[in-house]
């Protein structure tokens, strides 16, 4: 069975410090990572696909990366609007169509 | 383009009443989810489509949970009786066929008194 893990559960940064939130995960064939935002009272919000380890990919203040057992959300020089639930999630290739969630980290940025 | 729709956004309903949620996934799309999120559990995959075929129902906790999609742009997610235990928000996500992301709607709020 798939399984993620993701930490911390909840972050608090100031404005500008650059940290990093971590999915660790058990698949059998890797079928792909994937990482969403989740605002309140919203649906998770697609950010980035990983397929393989070593790929890296980047979008404004984040950058994701994969390893055969992690991947971590980068996130540099955070502003007040990164404030979210970010969301991890893996496609294995006993499980279909089906992702497999993890809890969620809750990052909080302030000025 | 329009994304995944979903109605109605919050349901207040008592014990033992049947409640039915509505979901309009993207136009194109050949695949359609339906999830669970509590924060308990968070995010659990309770059913899915392929051009409007179940594929996959184990997640669906109960026989009291049921789920239809008639056409590629209608799916319904029905909940028959209904127990306090049921209250969670539920979202819609759709894809695309292949290694596509799945994009989700904004969820039902659901409180069962």
């Known amino acids: 069975e798939d399984q993620v893990t993701q930490s911390p559960e909840a972050l608090r940064l100031q404005e500008g410090e650059s940290s990093s939130l971590n999915c660790s995960y058990t698949v059998s064939g890797l079928r792909g990572l994937f990482w969403y935002r989740q605002d309140p009272g919203k649906g998770p919000e697609f950010l980035f696909t990983l397929y393989s380890a070593g790929e890296e990919k980047e979008k404004e203040r984040l950058k994701a990366t994969l390893t055969k057992k992690e991947s971590f959300l980068h996130i540099t020089a955070p502003k007040p609007e990164d404030s979210a639930t970010y969301l991890c999630?893996?496609?294995?290739?006993?499980?279909?169509?089906?992702?497999?969630f993890g809890t969620g980290t809750q990052l909080k940025v302030e000025l | 383009d329009a994304g995944v729709i979903q109605s109605p956004r919050h349901e207040v309903t008592e014990m033992g009443q049947e409640v039915t949620l509505r979901c309009k996934p993207i136009?194109?799309?050949?695949?359609l989810f339906w999830y669970r999120q509590t924060m308990m559990r968070g995010l659990e995959l309770l059913i899915y489509f392929n051009n409007n075929v179940p594929i996959d129902d184990s997640g669906m906790p109960e026989d009291r949970f049921s789920a239809k999609m008639p056409n590629a742009s209608f799916s319904t997610l029905k909940i028959q009786p209904s127990e306090p235990r049921d209250s969670a928000v539920y979202f819609c996500a759709s894809r695309r066929e292949g290694d596509q992301p799945q994009h989700f709607g904004d969820g039902t709020r659901l409180s069962i008194l």
């Open positions: 999630a893996v496609r294995g290739a006993g499980g279909g169509n089906k992702l497999t």
């Open positions: 136009s194109g799309h050949d695949y």
